[in-house]
């Protein structure tokens, strides 16, 4: 089992924040582009080498958002139409969501009913912390890359 902390952290130029493990360590680095349209978040592991890019389709009706990982698969989380909640959907992910997903409180669960990860928020702290504890280290980056993405979509629109 791998636990991560995700503590965002942004300053002027662009977003960049570390995702450390439980030993402190830098685990992952997170950088968002600053002037790019569309915008992206790419992430990258402890030696360096990228581990998925993060993206949002520019000519779309509903946000969309695009992640692709380093092994080559990627997965959409997109916007649905709705009247009085916002609602999401995810494309290709391969796993199932249990728990309160926006408030990033939340499991994912793989096709044998197995847990694979737990994310659980933290509360009061001035920027997004959470915990990320991954129980099939095969998946750590999937999972980091789905806890970046979901923050990233949360910070879009509550900024719009």
């Given at each position: 089992?791998?636990?991560?902390?995700?503590?965002q952290?942004?300053?002027l130029?662009?977003?960049?924040f570390?995702i450390?493990?439980?030993?402190?360590n830098v685990a992952?680095q997170?950088?968002g582009?600053?002037?790019?349209?569309?915008?992206?978040?790419?992430i990258y592991?402890a030696y360096?080498?990228?581990?998925?890019?993060?993206s949002?389709?520019?000519?779309?009706?509903?946000?969309?958002?695009?992640?692709?990982?380093?092994?080559?698969?990627?997965?959409v989380i997109?916007?649905?139409?709705?009247?009085w909640?916002?609602k999401y959907?995810?494309?290709?992910?391969?796993?199932r969501?249990?728990?309160?997903?926006?408030?990033?409180?939340f499991?994912?669960?793989?096709?044998?009913?197995q847990?694979?990860?737990?994310?659980?928020?933290e509360?009061?702290?001035?920027?997004?912390?959470?915990?990320?504890?991954?129980?099939?280290?095969?998946?750590?980056?999937?999972?980091?890359?789905l806890?970046?993405?979901i923050?990233?979509v949360?910070?879009?629109?509550?900024?719009s």
């Open positions: 089992m791998k636990t991560y902390l995700v503590k952290k942004f300053r130029g662009g977003e960049r570390d450390k493990d439980d030993r402190g992952y997170v950088e582009s600053f002037f790019q349209i569309p915008k992206t978040f790419t592991d360096g080498e990228q581990v998925s890019e993060i949002k389709e520019f000519f779309t009706l509903l946000p969309r958002f695009n992640i692709q990982l380093r092994n080559g698969s990627n997965f997109r916007k649905k139409l709705t009247f909640r916002d959907e995810f494309d290709n992910l391969g796993l969501i249990e728990g309160n997903i926006w408030d990033l409180n499991k994912l669960i793989d096709d044998r009913n847990v694979v990860a737990e994310i659980t928020k509360l009061f702290h001035l920027t997004s912390t959470y915990q990320v504890s991954v129980y099939d280290e095969a998946y750590s980056d999937l999972v980091i890359s806890c970046v993405a923050d990233y949360e910070m879009l629109e509550s900024s």
